[in-house]
């Protein structure tokens, strides 16, 4: 489903991401783990197209499409969500018109069936309370003076009911505390499917203790230095990183 | 050319540098040339037109280098628009649904009882069109521009609604005003509200129209003691016609008046607010949302004048500019030296929707004595990038959430609009504003 062939990237003129390879099929769940400052966030910025984020060689493709060539809401249509680290607040903008807005273009683009405003309602007033959110919050401004753990279950809401095919999320455990970790991960979980795809890009072993992968990666320097399975972050967890950073910079 | 016209020139003549005194001394003398045609005729309200026009002959005409005119140019007029009157439509044109149960129709100036559902009892309508006596302006020395002077002077037509003291209407009362020309021409729309002790009333002006057509229009409202006033002022004319208007209010003793002014940019469009706090008690609330579309010009003046003590008057107004548009404001609180425990706020927040498009802004404050409660504020901004890519990383286009972070700029404002009918109004026309602010 996605396919990274030796991804450099660069931020305001400064290369990031240094030949990045990455291959993530449908029904597997994909965790990249790394030190501050290794890429990650760029990774995921890189492959939703936010502005500023150059791809400087290498490619992405999504279903064997050059990322690259797709806006953001493009990519969106073509099933790819990114669950924000920081999800951004737009006063004015009421959640729900926001997810209508949403539903509407991107199941639209997608051939899917559109939601009347009841079938929209009732939808997203399920949906919060799978992810433990008052049903109040869809009324709300978008994010508008949510908690760290409101935004993040809002992404979850949001994802849940745009069913992405690739879910990217840009650590979503980080700042929420183990009952909000475990919301987010139920929902997460109950996304799972043969045909789904999801990357987790997190800094603690501790979300998937609740969100078990198939893949672990280690990203530093831009590159992916070590793959395994669910057991890697586990020795990630006892060793820290250095071992494997400390090798990548001795002299070859 | 009469006398008057003659003293202006030389009146001009006398002044220092006339670097673009001929445009404005054209204006005047076709204002002038305007005005005498019609004030020479005798009716009941002829003393009223020779006042005016002797204080049209008085006032120079606005150029570049007035302070109030800086921004706006009236090159646009140049076109002739002053020495045409625009055509009495015989066949009405399709008007659009209205917005309240009681609706008086103006075209191009002219009162048209036929499409019009008069208001109910307890509301008088007096026309003023010479044919009865009406009181001389609520407050001549409001009338500053020369714009508004030429319209008093040049009046054939208008209407003076009055609220008797008590009466509480539940629906609002329609004015909708339309100005249609093919060619360069004006019309003058005058409307006078006045609101008895204890009423309650809410007055929705609506301008369209379309085509190269001035409309210089003058509103002016008072408002009796412990009265409820409610007023909208929309405008929503066509690109293509050009709008110079002045709106007077002064609330009365313990009364409160709340005014929202919607509208987009036209070929030009001026107006002079002039909001008159002389009763203790009073309080005023204005908002405002501008939106500049295409080329459009769209100056606002607001000045709030408290002269006496313990009066309120709040403002916000937002402005959203795409394209090349021009948005100008500029908002004065003035606080007399007796008006102590004034209470008054101006904010006005801006957007812009293009690289193209420009704003104005300025905030005066004279503050004439130490006990008063006053602040102001003018921000000037573009959209959130980061805002504007969460929107579109959930599938929204580019264009539609450029669109609904503008709305969410404006829905403060929006969402407080006490009329439900006006609401349904207002969504799908700022719809439809944004839609032309985003084309090139």
Redesign the interface.
């Known amino acids: 489903m996605l396919e990274i062939k030796d991804l450099h990237a660069s931020v305001a003129g400064q290369d990031i991401l240094k030949g990045l390879n990455l291959s993530v099929k449908a029904g597997e769940v994909h965790a990249i783990m790394g030190p501050n400052g290794s890429g990650k966030s760029t990774l995921t910025n890189v492959l939703?197209?936010?502005?500023g984020y150059q791809i400087t060689g290498g490619q992405a493709l999504l279903d064997g499409h050059d990322v690259s060539e797709l806006?953001?809401?493009q990519?969106?249509?073509a099933g790819m969500?990114?669950a924000?680290q920081y999800?951004?607040?737009?006063?004015?903008?009421s959640n729900l018109?926001?997810l209508k807005?949403?539903?509407e273009?991107?199941r639209k683009?997608q051939g899917k069936e559109p939601w009347d405003a009841v079938t929209l309602l009732k939808k997203a007033r399920e949906t919060c309370k799978q992810v433990d959110l008052d049903p109040q919050f869809l009324k709300r401004?978008?994010n508008e003076g949510f908690s760290g753990g409101e935004k993040k279950r809002n992404e979850i809401m949001?994802m849940l009911l745009?069913e992405p095919r690739l879910a990217l999320l840009d650590e979503t455990d980080s700042g929420l505390d183990i009952d909000a970790l475990q919301v987010v991960a139920r929902g997460v979980n109950s996304l799972r499917s043969p045909d789904r795809a999801i990357v987790l890009v997190t800094h603690y072993q501790r979300l998937l203790d609740y969100i078990v992968p198939d893949h672990v990666h280690v990203l530093a320097g831009g590159r992916i230095l070590k793959s395994g399975g669910k057991e890697l972050a586990l020795e990630l967890e006892q060793k820290g990183y250095g071992w494997l950073t400390d090798q990548e910079d001795a002299p070859a | 050319m009469t006398d008057a016209v003659t003293s202006t020139a030389d009146r001009a003549a006398a002044r220092p540098t006339p670097v673009v005194e001929p445009l404005a001394q054209k204006l005047a003398a076709q204002a002038h040339s305007l005005a005498e045609q019609t004030a020479a005729s005798s009716d009941a309200l002829s003393a009223w037109r020779q006042a005016a026009l002797a204080q049209l002959a008085r006032l120079p005409f606005p150029s570049k280098k007035t302070e109030q005119w800086k921004y706006t140019s009236l090159m646009a007029l140049d076109a002739g628009h002053l020495v045409t009157q625009a055509p009495d439509h015989a066949n009405a044109p399709a008007l659009p649904e209205p917005l309240a149960p009681w609706r008086l129709v103006l075209i191009n100036g002219r009162f048209h009882a036929d499409l019009s559902q008069l208001p109910p009892q307890g509301v008088s309508l007096t026309r003023l069109d010479g044919s009865a006596e009406a009181p001389l302006s609520i407050a001549e020395d409001a009338l500053r521009t020369p714009f508004a002077w030429l319209n008093s002077a040049a009046l054939q037509d208008g209407l003076l609604l009055t609220v008797a003291d008590g009466v509480a209407l539940d629906a609002p009362i329609e004015v909708l005003l339309l100005g249609s020309a093919d060619v360069a021409s004006h019309c003058h729309t005058r409307l006078r509200l006045q609101l008895g002790a204890g009423s309650r009333a809410t007055l929705i002006e609506r301008y369209i129209g379309q085509g190269p057509v001035l409309t210089n229009a003058v509103t002016e409202i008072t408002t009796g003691e412990n009265s409820d006033l409610v007023h909208y002022r929309l405008q929503a004319e066509a690109a293509d016609t050009l709008h110079i208007g002045s709106l007077i209010l002064a609330p009365g003793r313990d009364s409160r008046a709340a005014s929202f002014q919607l509208m987009q940019g036209n070929a030009l469009r001026r107006n002079d607010v002039r909001v008159l706090m002389t009763h203790s008690g009073a309080s005023a609330s204005l908002n405002g949302i501008f939106v500049g579309r295409g080329s459009t010009h769209t100056d606002n003046q607001i000045c709030i004048e408290h002269r006496v003590p313990h009066a309120v008057s709040d403002q916000l107004f937002k402005g959203m500019a795409g394209d090349k548009a021009r948005l100008v404001f500029n908002g004065r609180i003035h606080i007399f030296a007796g008006a102590k425990g004034t209470n008054a706020e101006l904010s006005n927040k801006n957007l812009l929707l293009s690289p193209g498009a420009e704003v104005d802004t300025k905030p005066e404050l004279e503050i004439y004595n130490d006990d008063v409660k006053c602040s102001h504020g003018t921000t000037c901004g573009q959209l959130?990038?980061?805002?504007l890519?969460?929107?579109?990383?959930?599938?929204?286009?580019?264009p539609?959430?450029k669109r609904?972070?503008a709305?969410?700029?404006?829905?403060?404002l929006l969402s407080a609009l006490p009329d439900e009918a006006v609401v349904e109004w207002a969504r799908p026309w700022l719809e439809r504003a944004l839609t032309e602010a985003e084309h090139a």
């Open positions: 939703s197209g936010r502005d806006d953001p809401e990519r969106a249509h969500f990114l924000f999800p951004v607040e737009i006063p004015g903008v018109e926001f807005a949403s539903l273009a991107t683009a401004g978008v949001q745009l | 959130d990038a980061q805002a890519f969460y929107l579109r990383s959930r599938g929204i286009a580019e539609a959430a609904m972070l709305f969410g700029f404006v829905n403060e």
